[in-house]
């Protein structure tokens, strides 16, 4: 509840709202010292109004006046297009160097993650890892001694460099890994072969 | 827009929205020029009624101008009312004045606000014709006495009120006060007004009986 005084300022500045008018006009009716305090109130605001409005001295205005016509030269040159880019342009910075970082760490974070995922692939799906070391080259399925299909472009090469990898991880010795360079590709006919695969070792084929 | 037959601009019809979009996109030195005819007087008069001093009123003036023109293209937004914006502008520049004033007054100065006189440190051209309003309207001169002893929070609100017309949201939000300490000022001015008047009237009636 706003005491009287308050009150009597808002009605006199026509700060109230209708129900706190009628409320104020009721209590002038009750009270006169509030009527009173109202009343002298509003006598010496009304004084106010003899206030006089004053003009600034001409050369003043003028001079104001040049300053105006003055940004009226600027104004008619042509405003360079970085003007109207204006003041956004610390925005657009920002916001480049906030896409710029983000990219550039989302790619760190995606090529770190993915590097193990690959090695892994690579060591429990040799056929698929082959697959795609050899995309761009001739594809020549071959079998080893233990009738695991190979398919790669250089039967030789990078079959066997696939190979000694593996058998040099799995640590075969390096009988193992002469005899497996040893290894010549099959015709496409032998695939479909049911029955057990032979070695066919290039420098000991037998008629 | 309003154009007459010729196709010339009658600016004088124009509000200050329109005025302001002709000045800022033609650089129409013209259109600002009636702008500053509508409110140059109460912009100097609230200016001159707060600092006491036409010098320092004129300098206020310019400088409040000035940053107008200047600041139009960055910051002034064609929503809000043009001359709400100016008052602003001419508000702090002359709030910014008292307290660099007042700060001097503190440490050098033996003058008070007693000494404040709305015409009393005109220059000397002007002083004639001040001293012939003195005596044509010795009720507004008193007036004007009074005003100016008020302290300044209570005298900035009865003038942003009388010059500017402002609401006391308006007033509240300028002086950055809430709106029943800014009503406050007002009912608190007023009564300093009265007790100032009824002081006067009774040295009066003092001098009369002698």
């Known amino acids: 509840m706003q005491n009287v005084d308050e009150l009597c300022i808002k009605y006199l500045m026509d700060e109230l709202d209708p129900s706190e008018k009628i ?44 300053i105006a016509r003055e940004r009226k030269v600027n104004a008619t040159k042509p405003i360079p297009l970085m003007n109207s880019f204006g003041s956004n342009a610390r925005y657009w910075g920002a916001a480049a160097a906030i896409v710029l970082s983000f990219s550039v760490g989302t790619y760190f974070l995606f090529s770190n993650n993915s590097q193990p995922a690959n090695l892994n692939a690579a060591a429990n799906t040799e056929v698929t890892t082959q697959k795609s070391n050899q995309a761009n080259s001739n594809v020549q399925p071959w079998v080893d001694h233990n009738n695991i299909l190979y398919i790669q472009a250089n039967n030789t090469s990078a079959g066997n460099s696939s190979l000694a990898s593996q058998a040099a991880t799995s640590s075969t010795d390096s009988v193992f890994m002469q005899s497996m360079k040893k290894l010549t590709p099959l015709n496409g006919t032998m695939l479909n072969a049911q029955k057990p695969l032979d070695l066919h070792l290039a420098s000991d084929k037998q008629e | 827009m309003r154009h007459t037959k010729r196709n010339t601009i009658n600016y004088s019809e124009l509000d200050d929205r329109e005025l302001v979009r002709i000045y800022r996109k033609n650089g129409d030195e013209r259109a600002f020029s009636v702008l500053l005819d509508r409110h140059k007087a109460k912009i100097y008069s609230y200016i001159y009624s707060m600092v006491g001093r036409a010098d320092v009123a004129n300098d206020i003036f310019q400088e409040t101008f000035t940053k107008v023109i200047t600041k139009l293209d960055e910051t002034y937004n064609e929503q809000g009312k043009w001359i709400a914006w100016v008052m602003r502008i001419a508000h702090n520049a002359t709030i910014d004045y008292i307290r660099k004033q007042k700060r001097f007054v503190d440490v050098n100065s033996n003058t008070t606000d007693d000494d404040y006189d709305f015409y009393e440190r005109l220059p000397d051209d002007k002083l004639i014709d001040a001293e012939t309003r003195l005596e044509k309207d010795e009720a507004k001169n008193s007036l004007m006495k009074h005003i100016a002893n008020l302290p300044d929070e209570q005298r900035q609100v009865v003038m942003l009120r009388h010059y500017y017309e402002m609401s006391f949201k308006e007033i509240a939000e300028l002086t950055n006060v809430s709106i029943n300490t800014a009503l406050g000022r007002m009912r608190y001015a007023l009564i300093n007004l009265r007790k100032m008047f009824e002081q006067e009237n009774g040295d009066e009636v003092k001098y009369a009986k002698r």
């Open chain 1, 23 to 66: 409320l104020v006009e009721k209590k002038m009716r009750e009270d006169p010292n509030v009527l009173i305090e109202i009343e002298s109130l509003r006598s010496t605001l009304k004084k106010l109004d003899a206030l006089p409005f004053k003009n600034p001295p001409g050369d003043v205005v003028d001079r104001v006046c040049q």
